[in-house]
């Protein structure tokens, strides 16, 4: 399952330990940032951040998750689309579905969404994040997983590229997180906590897809499909409506175009 040749940067085990902690260690390091800014970020910060995390999400749906899923069907005949068409489809219904379960505060509208319940302001804030974290580390994970049913090292190296990719929008996702829960909490080091804490299922996430992509291999192309439904959905549905809440709407859009780029490139490079 994991290929080791001696010259590679390396290893396909290497490789997927690193990714799946590479994705949280971005989250972490972008919530210390409460501990040197004094400061919230600025609205055009913030639109920025957001515009740069849904271009990356919106080229990573594509290249790294629905393009596979399209070409990994062997039994489908000219149905070859039905996986990645309904799959795509599940995932966002998946978060619709987590959306009106769990209570939760979208910070861009200032509006709470769920259930009724007595949680404080920031545990909201803290679980709205928390689910819009769990389509990438499935994400990372039904890469990682495809990989190993591949069994290449460049698979590897492609679902590496895929994982460095999210996990460079975490950076400064973590700082979006953290700042207005150091306002609501009037604690840096909670306001931290918080913020890491957002990233924790990732890696944990990670590992659930990765187990179900290896264990279940005809389910590969629909898991791909469903990662990439959800991260779309977060991306419609919050950033880049929130993108476009400040009197800048150019900055998000090209923060937007620079974060496809940039994914786009380190698919193709890495692919």
């Not at 080791?4 to 490789?15: E, N, P, T």
């Not at 950076?171 to 909670?190: C, D, I």
């Not at 187990?211 to 629909?222: K, N, S």
């Not at 919050?238 to 859009?253: E, M, Q, V």
Request: hydrophobic share 55%; glycine share 10%.
């Amino acid at each position: 399952m994991f290929y080791i040749k001696r010259g590679d940067f390396m290893s396909d085990l290497a490789m997927l330990i690193f990714g799946f902690g590479f994705i949280f260690a971005m989250t972490t390091l972008g919530s210390s940032i409460v501990y040197f800014l004094k400061k919230d970020i600025s609205t055009k910060a913030n639109t920025i951040i957001l515009g740069f995390a849904s271009g990356i999400m919106i080229a990573a749906s594509i290249w790294s998750l629905l393009i596979p899923a399209l070409e990994d069907v062997e039994d489908y005949g000219k149905l070859y689309w039905l996986p990645a068409a309904v799959g795509f489809l599940l995932g966002g219904g998946f978060l619709v579905l987590m959306d009106k379960l769990v209570p939760h505060f979208h910070k861009g509208t200032n509006q709470e969404e769920g259930p009724q319940s007595s949680l404080k302001k920031s545990t909201k804030l803290f679980l709205a994040v928390l689910i819009h974290n769990i389509p990438e580390g499935l994400a990372v994970g039904f890469a990682f997983g495809a990989a190993a049913n591949i069994g290449t090292h460049a698979a590897y190296i492609a679902a590496l590229g895929l994982a460095i990719g999210l996990g460079i929008q975490n950076f400064p996702e973590g700082a979006a997180v953290a700042l207005p829960m150091r306002a609501a909490t009037n604690s840096s080091h909670k306001a931290f906590l918080y913020g890491m804490g957002t990233g924790v299922v990732e890696p944990i996430f990670a590992i659930v897809g990765y187990f179900l992509a290896t264990q279940i291999h005809a389910l590969q192309p629909w898991l791909l499909a469903f990662s990439a439904g959800a991260m779309i959905f977060v991306v419609v549905e919050d950033l880049i409506p929130d993108c476009h809440l400040d009197h800048h709407p150019h900055l998000g859009t090209w923060a937007l175009m620079i974060g496809f780029v940039l994914m786009m490139v380190l698919d193709v490079a890495l692919g």
